[in-house]
């Protein structure tokens, strides 16, 4: 199993919504990431969970907040968004420590801000 | 991240050869990566190179690696039209956690 797999697909909600994103990697992999990633723009990194730790968090608003139940899920729990945080919001995983880059991505879930 | 910096788009005949760019800043980089992207989906690793080599060639794909001058390339050969994607260099430094992308190239193939 080489899938990073992420719910919804598609996703839709208002500005007092409160939702969130998952994903799920079965590959063992013991660091886990978000990122954001604007149409046709390179992915921005938002959060790094290594070894089930929060190890990154690239100053990403309180309105986006991260968890990492145990090494094969990751969550990001959305509350009040704003329109502008519309995107593409991909996971991915990699081996941990020691990290070369070799990034697996999931297919992202498509976020709409109303 | 550290910048690093790609032209934007390439239209190549399918079976020609086609060469995406890319330079980048930080010396210290450890790993280069292309990455692909297919539209409405996630990134894929393509290839990857060591700071220390200067050529790595994985059946179609061929990665030149200029240390000297920060750059980086990806020739595909034989294109087809499923390499119609965009393609993302990216570096990092061993043990970072942290990958800087480049802005990406969008690479169509014209039939």
């Known amino acids: 199993d080489t899938e990073v797999t992420q719910t919804p697909k598609h996703l839709v909600m208002g500005m007092t919504n409160k939702k969130s994103l998952k994903c799920e990697q079965h590959?063992?992999?013991?660091?886990m990431y978000w990122y954001k990633q604007k149409a046709k723009k390179p992915p921005e990194l938002m959060f790094v969970y290594s070894y089930e730790k929060l190890s990154i968090n690239e100053s990403v608003p309180s309105r986006f907040s991260p968890e990492c139940p145990n090494s094969s899920l990751l969550n990001l729990h959305l509350h009040a968004l704003q329109p502008e945080d519309s995107a593409l919001y991909l996971c991915?995983?990699?081996?941990?420590?020691?990290?070369?880059?070799?990034?697996?991505f999931g297919e992202g879930s498509r976020l709409t801000v109303l | 991240g550290e910048d690093v910096e790609q032209s934007l788009f390439l239209s190549v005949r399918e079976g020609d050869s086609s060469v995406i760019n890319c330079t980048y800043t930080?010396?210290?980089?450890?790993?280069l990566y292309w990455y692909k992207q297919e539209p409405g989906a996630g990134l894929q690793l393509l290839t990857y190179?060591?700071?220390?080599?200067d050529m790595k060639q994985d059946q179609r794909l061929t990665v030149l690696l200029n240390k000297k001058d920060k750059h980086l390339s990806l020739r595909i050969a034989d294109t087809q039209t499923g390499d119609s994607a965009i393609y993302f260099c990216a570096e990092t430094t061993y043990g970072n956690n942290r990958l800087a992308f480049g802005k990406g190239n969008q690479v169509v193939v014209i039939p």
């Open positions: 590959m063992g992999h013991r660091a």
């Open positions: 991915a995983s990699s081996q941990g420590r020691p990290n070369t880059g070799e990034l697996f």
């Open positions: 930080d010396s210290s980089s450890t790993y």
């Open positions: 190179i060591f700071s220390n080599m």
